[in-house]
């Protein structure tokens, strides 16, 4: 245990001795089998070094051969569904959020090891069974945060045997709910899970070239108007379906995942308002892929989906107050509202104001201008482009 803290000590000191232990494969053998000790302390301390020289390393976890890299997943998934230490499960959980990502033969045994299953069950008991068994508020905080890293890898668009999985579990309204309920990081987290579960879905639809007619589908205000209790995305007799405004009746099919048929677009966009960390920037990638060509049949439907949930003021919202990087996915998404759109002629002026302010910012300024150009507010010839 003295030796494992004394590595440990050096690896948060010296990248050079993270890297040194990250390339000696005979340290990471023997710091994989402390993974299956009967002495807790051993296994915390052997964890907690294998967390270190991962963290921000391009190479991610350095990990055993096969077959003893079999064993060692199976051992981390094992920790994070049956420990009963909160702090062991958080560093499994975030120890499996930095394995390789390019690596097959580890999907392959993350999809069929019980990883998916323990992580659902952090995240669906975030709130009620942490208060039971008594785990404090960073332990709580610490777990759901590095569960919800972790399920990034299945829902990477490019590895569908392992996004396809996150439906089989209806995962879907948990996340949601964390837009409301979880830390900051938890929610940007969650916000990244559900923007590449929707980019996933429209890159399913383009393969299988699902294209339904777009005069089957009704307008999605006068959908809800109509049917206040039915799901946005449905199928009903083939004479008479009422069409998902986005994706068609593709949309109603298993294991795919809709942002408007999901409910999550009011809150993605409420999310909106945490303009003081990475939130912002997630949700609003989350909100972009409505409007990714692969999938979306009228992207006129899905500028109506932000439209009519008030997103437009939301948006303005992260003009005002956000980050460089969040000003910048914010107007890429409002010239594709605006391009697709009407708002009423208050919001308007509102936009027109911001974005004349924003026109003094350098880093900005060619893109505001542009969006200010097709608002019809600048010439086509004009100082800014």
Not at 48 to 76: M, W, Y
Not at 154 to 163: A, I, R, S, V
């Amino acid at each position: 245990v003295k030796f494992l803290h004394l590595l440990l000590e050096l690896g948060n000191k010296s990248k050079t001795a993270q890297n040194i232990i990250q390339s000696n494969t005979d340290a990471v053998d023997n710091l994989f089998s402390c993974l299956g000790s009967d002495h807790p302390l051993v296994r915390k301390w052997a964890m907690k070094l294998i967390h270190c020289v991962s963290e921000d390393h391009p190479d991610g976890v350095p990990v055993p051969q096969f077959p003893r890299k079999e064993t060692a997943i199976n051992t981390l998934a094992s920790i994070l569904a049956c420990s009963p230490n909160f702090e062991e499960r958080s560093l499994a959980a975030g120890i499996i959020s930095q394995l390789s990502k390019d690596d097959i033969a580890i999907d392959e045994v993350l999809r069929k090891s019980e990883t998916l299953k323990a992580i659902h069950e952090v995240i669906c008991n975030s709130e009620e069974e942490f208060g039971v068994i008594g785990a404090s508020t960073n332990q709580d905080k610490s777990l759901l945060e590095n569960a919800l890293a972790a399920l990034l890898r299945f829902t990477e668009p490019t590895k569908p045997q392992l996004w396809r999985q996150v439906g089989q579990l209806e995962l879907y309204p948990s996340l949601i709910r964390l837009l409301s309920t979880g830390s900051s990081l938890a929610k940007q987290r969650t916000a990244i899970a559900l923007a590449h579960l929707s980019r996933s879905t429209s890159l399913s639809f383009a393969e299988t070239s699902i294209r339904p007619k777009q005069e089957n589908s009704m307008p999605l205000l006068s959908m809800k108007k109509l049917f206040p209790n039915m799901s946005w995305c449905c199928s009903g007799s083939a004479d008479n379906e009422i069409l998902c405004p986005l994706h068609g009746v593709a949309c109603s099919q298993g294991l795919t995942f809709c942002l408007v048929k999901a409910d999550a677009v009011k809150p993605l966009l409420r999310t909106l308002s945490d303009t003081n960390s990475g939130v912002a920037e997630a949700a609003l990638m989350a909100l972009e892929t409505l409007l990714e060509d692969h999938s979306t049949l009228s992207h006129s439907n899905a500028s109506a989906a932000i439209v009519e949930s008030e997103g437009v003021v939301a948006i303005l919202q992260v003009l005002e107050k956000g980050s460089l990087s969040a000003k910048t996915k914010a107007l890429d998404l409002l010239q594709k509202i605006l391009n697709h759109s009407q708002i009423s002629d208050a919001l308007f002026q509102r936009c027109e104001g911001i974005l004349i302010q924003l026109l003094h910012e350098d880093a900005l300024r060619k893109k505001v201008a542009l969006v200010l150009k097709n608002m019809n507010v600048l010439p086509e010839q004009s100082s800014y482009f």
